[in-house]
C-alpha cells in the first residue's frame, strides 16, 4: 500500500544558521504526525549539518543531484555512494531546474535513475511540461518521453520503490499551482502509462505533486487519488508552511 511523500526542495538556499533553525522548528511541528512519509533536500554542504539535526527523528534525509558516476576524475560532483555515505535516501533527479539551466537530457536523467537504483537509494524522478508545451496540448506526451527514457533501458521493475514527481515547469515558483483536476489528470495517465508495462508496480510508485504547494493549496491536492503527497520548494523553507503540508498529506491518507 503506497503512502504519501512530502519532501521540501530548498534548492540553493539554506546557511548553517538556517538549516539548524528550521529543521528544528520542524521537529516541533511534526512530532506525532503519522502515515505520511517526510523528507528535506538540503544544498550538498549541509547535507552531514542536517543529518545530525534530524536523528531520532521521522524526518527523512534527501539531496538535490547526483553524477552518474561512483568515482574518479569528475571535478565538483557528488556521486550516489557519497550520498549513502552520509545518510540520504531520497534523490531528486530530472529537476527542470536541472534539464533547463545544466541541459540534462532524459537519457543521462535515466543514467542517473539507474545509479540509485544500484546504490540502494530512491530517485525522485522529476518530469513535466512547460508552458509552451502545455499550451500545444503536449503534456501526456513530454510526460511519457520523459518516463520512457527510464523504462525503455531499465524497464518497469526499475520504478519499484521509487518516486515521481510531476511537476509542470510553468507551477514552478510562480504562485500558480496546477488545479487539482488538472494534476490528478496527468497523474492518472502517468499511473496508467507505467501500467502498460506492468500494473503491480504502477499501483505502488508514490507520484508527488509539485509546483506551488503551500499550506492553502495542498488539503484539495492530497483529496486526489493519484496525488501522493508532494515536492515542495519555496514552502519548505517555512517551518509552519512546510508542516502544514505534511499535516494535510496525513489527514488525507487517513481520511481515505
Ligand atoms: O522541487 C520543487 C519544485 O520545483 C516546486 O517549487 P515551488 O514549490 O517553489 O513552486
Redesign the pocket.
Known amino acids: 500500500m503506497r503512502h504519501p511523500l512530502v519532501m521540501g526542495?530548498w534548492?540553493l538556499n539554506g546557511s548553517k544558521h538556517m538549516t539548524g533553525e528550521l529543521i528544528a522548528g520542524l521537529r516541533k511541528a511534526l512530532s506525532g504526525i503519522e502515515g505520511c512519509g517526510v523528507a528535506i533536500a538540503p544544498p550538498v554542504i549541509y547535507l552531514d549539518q542536517a543529518r545530525h539535526a534530524i536523528s531520532g527523528s521521522h524526518i527523512a534525509l534527501g539531496a538535490q543531484n547526483v553524477d552518474i558516476n561512483l568515482s574518479g576524475a569528475f571535478t565538483g560532483e557528488v556521486s550516489a555512494d557519497m550520498l549513502k555515505d552520509i545518510g540520504a535516501k531520497y534523490i531528486?533527479i530530472g529537476?527542470?531546474?536541472r534539464r533547463t539551466y545544466h541541459k540534462e537530457s532524459d537519457e543521462l536523467i535515466a543514467k542517473k535513475f539507474a545509479v540509485l537504483k544500484q546504490t540502494g537509494l530512491t530517485p525522485v524522478l522529476?518530469i513535466g511540461e512547460t508552458d509552451a508545451e502545455n499550451e500545444a496540448g503536449k503534456t501526456e506526451e513530454v510526460c511519457a518521453r520523459q518516463i520512457d527514457a527510464v523504462l525503455n533501458t531499465l524497464g518497469a521493475e526499475a520504478f519499484r520503490d521509487t518516486v515521481i514527481?510531476y511537476?509542470p515547469v510553468w507551477?514552478?515558483?510562480?504562485g500558480k499551482s496546477a488545479t487539482p483536476a488538472q494534476a490528478q489528470a496527468v497523474h492518472k495517465f502517468i499511473r496508467q502509462h507505467i501500467a502498460k508495462k506492468d500494473a503491480a508496480i504502477a499501483g505502488q510508485v508514490i507520484i508527488q505533486y509539485?509546483?506551488?504547494?503551500?499550506d492553502k493549496n495542498a488539503a484539495e491536492l492530497f483529496t486526489q487519488p493519484d496525488i501522493d503527497g508532494a515536492?515542495?520548494?519555496?514552502?519548505?523553507l517555512k517551518a509552519d508552511a512546510f508542516a502544514a503540508i505534511v499535516n494535510a498529506a496525513a489527514a488525507a491518507k487517513k481520511a481515505g
Open positions: 526542495n534548492k531528486i529537476h527542470s531546474e522529476c514527481a511537476e507551477a514552478i515558483g510562480t509539485g509546483g506551488s504547494v503551500n515536492l515542495v520548494g519555496g514552502a519548505s
